[in-house]
């Protein structure tokens, strides 16, 4: 399942006030398994690509906001990886091939690691899919996050 949900005015105020940041809508990007436990597929992650890029072609001024934390583990094949790195890179290489499969031209994938200084283990993914005219304002975003 994929659930969005926006932040307000009042929100974003509270990271910025820069006009490129306020004039665009971010959303948050969930995805949820309802059922099973096994590996998600590639028609799975295409689905869920292909309405997660019509939302985008509807919604000019949307930047889809995917956080990739530790707090679950998943199945899966590179052990090596922490979870939440998988999920991040599973995320790109998604958002990649849909993009090069679609012909789609003019959208991005601005990803963010963070990494807390007392825990390396802590590292934490963002990921913002904007619209590539978008870019310097997910870039003030970026440089927020890194401040808190």
Same mark, same amino acid.
């Given at each position: ?20 940041? %306020?004039?665009?809508?971010? #959303?948050?990007?969930? &995805?949820?398994?309802?059922?099973? =436990?096994? @590996? *998600?597929?590639?028609?799975? +992650? ?34 090596? %990886?922490?979870?939440?790195? #998988?999920?991040?890179? &599973?995320?790109?290489?998604?958002? =990649?091939? @849909? *993009?090069?499969?679609?012909? +789609? ?44």
């Amino acid at each position: 399942m994929v659930a969005l949900s926006y932040y307000d005015a009042e929100t974003l105020m509270a990271f910025s006030s820069d006009p490129q940041v %306020l004039s665009l809508v971010f #959303y948050d990007v969930t &995805l949820v398994r309802k059922s099973g =436990e096994d @590996y *998600v597929g590639y028609k799975i +992650l295409f689905a869920v690509s292909d309405v997660l890029a019509r939302f985008m072609g509807e919604n000019e001024d949307a930047v889809l906001c995917f956080y990739c934390d530790a707090d679950t583990d998943l199945r899966r094949h590179h052990t090596e %990886l922490l979870p939440q790195e #998988y999920r991040s890179r &599973l995320f790109s290489r998604m958002f =990649e091939m @849909y *993009v090069k499969s679609c012909n +789609l031209s003019g959208f991005i994938n601005y990803r963010v690691e963070m990494e807390d200084p007392y825990n390396t283990g802590n590292r934490q993914f963002a990921h913002f899919i904007c619209r590539e005219e978008h870019r310097e304002a997910v870039a003030v975003m970026e440089r927020l996050l890194r401040q808190k």
